[in-house]
C-alpha cells in the first residue's frame, strides 16, 4: 500500500506541476520570403503578457500590442547594439492574428526577410522575466518531396536563448 501511496502522489505532483513552456512551429515560406510562425503559449501567460505590455497608457488602443512586443522579444538574426547587452532584431516582425484553444492560445505572426534569404538563427526573450525557468521549444516545419513535413527542433531557455536556425529555402 505504501508504494501505491507514493505513486499517487508522485502523479499528482507530476500532474499539478506547473510547465512554463511555449511551443513554435517555424516554416520558411519562399513564395513570400518570409518566415510564418505558429506560437502556442498559455492562456494565463497572455493574460500577464497583457497587462505588462498591452494595458500600457501608450497601448491602450493599439491593436497591434502583440506585434510590437513580438518584435521586441523573438529575435530572428540578431545582431549586436551599440550598447553590450542590447541586441536588434534584423527582421521585421508582421502579427496576423490569434486563436484559442482549450487553456492555449496560439499567436500568428510572420517575420520579413530583407535579402530574401532564411534566417539563420532566433533569440527568445519572452516571458523570461515572468519566470527564468522557462523554455521555448522551436519546431522546425519544411516540405518534404513526398509532399508531408519533416520536423527539427530545438529548445531554448533563459541559460541558452539563441540557437542556430535551419530554414530550408
Not at 123 to 133: G, V
Request: hydrophobic fraction near 40%; proline fraction near 4%; glycine fraction near 6%.
Amino acid at each position: 500500500m505504501n508504494g501505491l501511496h507514493t505513486f499517487c502522489v508522485l502523479w499528482a505532483w507530476i500532474l499539478c506541476h506547473p510547465v512554463h513552456e511555449t511551443v513554435s512551429e517555424v516554416q520558411w515560406n519562399e513564395q513570400s520570403k518570409r518566415v510564418e510562425v505558429a506560437l502556442r503559449l498559455d492562456i494565463l501567460d497572455e493574460q500577464w503578457l497583457k497587462k505588462q505590455f498591452g494595458d500600457t497608457a501608450d497601448n491602450a488602443a493599439d491593436e497591434d500590442w502583440q506585434g510590437k512586443l513580438l518584435a521586441t522579444q523573438v529575435l530572428f538574426d540578431p545582431r549586436e547594439g551599440k550598447r553590450a547587452e542590447s541586441t536588434v532584431s534584423g527582421l521585421a516582425i508582421r502579427w496576423i492574428g490569434r486563436k484559442e484553444e482549450g487553456g492555449h492560445v496560439w499567436w500568428f505572426f510572420e517575420a520579413f526577410s530583407q535579402n530574401g534569404k532564411p534566417p539563420k538563427s532566433i533569440q527568445m526573450r519572452l516571458l523570461f522575466d515572468r519566470d527564468p525557468s522557462y523554455q521555448h521549444r522551436i519546431i522546425v516545419l519544411e516540405s518534404t518531396a513526398k509532399g508531408g513535413r519533416a520536423r527539427r527542433s530545438v529548445v531554448l531557455n533563459q541559460q541558452k536563448p539563441k540557437s542556430k536556425l535551419q530554414l530550408v529555402p
